[in-house]
C-alpha cells in the first residue's frame, strides 16, 4: 500500500504571493491533518479534516486555510506569504473517524522557501 | 495554551548506554503519542498510550504514561546507531479545541 504523498516536495516563493500544497492519504484513510514544522516553533498543528469538513484547527492565522475533496485528498493553501511561512508542511493521514486519536502516518513533506 | 515540553532538547551518549527523555504537559492529556524523525525524514509513529499510569514495551524502548496524565517518557536500553534521531511526544488536551500538541523534542546522537 503506498505511503502518505505530498506535492510539490519544494516550493520557492516570494513574499506576498500565495501558495497551494498537496496531500494525497494512504488508501482507505479518511481523516488527513496538516503540520507546520520549524527550527523555532517545532512541529505545530494547523488543522484536521474528515469527511470534506475541517474539525479540528491550530493556532494559526487564516492566511493558512484547507479543504479535502470527496476522494479524501486534501490541499493546504497559504495566502500572503510571510517569511516566516518558510517551514516544511507535513501532511498526515489517518485511518477512521477517530482522526487525532489514532496513529498519524506522515507523509514526505513539502519544504516551502519564501524569499 | 496547552504547552507540551520535552527534556532533554540533546542528548549524546555513547552506543551502548541507555537514554531517556521526558514529556511534560501543562494540561491534562487523553492520550499520549509519541514519534522518531530521524534526520532529513518525516516523523514515524512508535506507540499510543491512553490509560492513567500505563505501561508499554517495545524491544528496548519503554514508554510510561504518568498517573496524573500529564507527563511521559521514553527509555531506550542499550543504545544502537539505529536510534538517532528527534523523539517527540504528542498529546491531545482533555479540554477545548482537539489539537494535537507536539512536544520540543530530544534530538538523541550516538557516539559509535
Known amino acids: 500500500k503506498a505511503g502518505v504523498t505530498q506535492t510539490p516536495r519544494y516550493l520557492i516563493k516570494t513574499r506576498g504571493q500565495q501558495v497551494t500544497l498537496s496531500c494525497s492519504p494512504i488508501?482507505?484513510?479518511?481523516?488527513v491533518s496538516w503540520y507546520q514544522q520549524t527550527p523555532g516553533q517545532g512541529l505545530q498543528f494547523l488543522f484536521e479534516?474528515?469527511?470534506?469538513?475541517?474539525?479540528n484547527k491550530g493556532n494559526f492565522p487564516g492566511r493558512f486555510s484547507g479543504r479535502q475533496f470527496s476522494n479524501s485528498r486534501s490541499e493546504m493553501n497559504v495566502s500572503t506569504l510571510e517569511l516566516g511561512d518558510s517551514a516544511l508542511y507535513l501532511c498526515?493521514?489517518?485511518?477512521?473517524?477517530?482522526?487525532?486519536?489514532?496513529?498519524?502516518?506522515f507523509g514526505p513533506g513539502t519544504r516551502l522557501t519564501v524569499l | 495554551g496547552q504547552q507540551v515540553m520535552q527534556i532533554p532538547q540533546y542528548q549524546h551518549v555513547q552506543e551502548g548506554e541507555d537514554f531517556t527523555t521526558y514529556c511534560n504537559s501543562s494540561?491534562?492529556?487523553?492520550?499520549i503519542q509519541w514519534y522518531k524523525q530521524r534526520p532529513g525524514g518525516h516523523p514515524v509513529f512508535l506507540i499510543q498510550?491512553?490509560?492513567?499510569?500505563e505501561v508499554k514495551k517495545q524491544k528496548r524502548l519503554t514508554f510510561q504514561f504518568g498517573e496524573a496524565k500529564k507527563n511521559s517518557s521514553l527509555h531506550i536500553t542499550a543504545t544502537q546507531t539505529t536510534d538517532v534521531g528527534t523523539y517527540f511526544c504528542a498529546g491531545i488536551s482533555n479540554f477545548g479545541n482537539e489539537k494535537l500538541t507536539f512536544g520540543t523534542g530530544t534530538r538523541l546522537t550516538i557516539i559509535p
Open positions: 488508501s482507505g484513510h479518511r481523516s
Open positions: 498526515a493521514s489517518s485511518l477512521n473517524g477517530a482522526g487525532l486519536y489514532n496513529e498519524q502516518f
Open positions: 498510550l491512553v490509560k492513567s499510569g
Open positions: 494540561t491534562t492529556l487523553s492520550n
Open positions: 479534516y474528515f469527511s470534506e469538513t475541517q474539525r
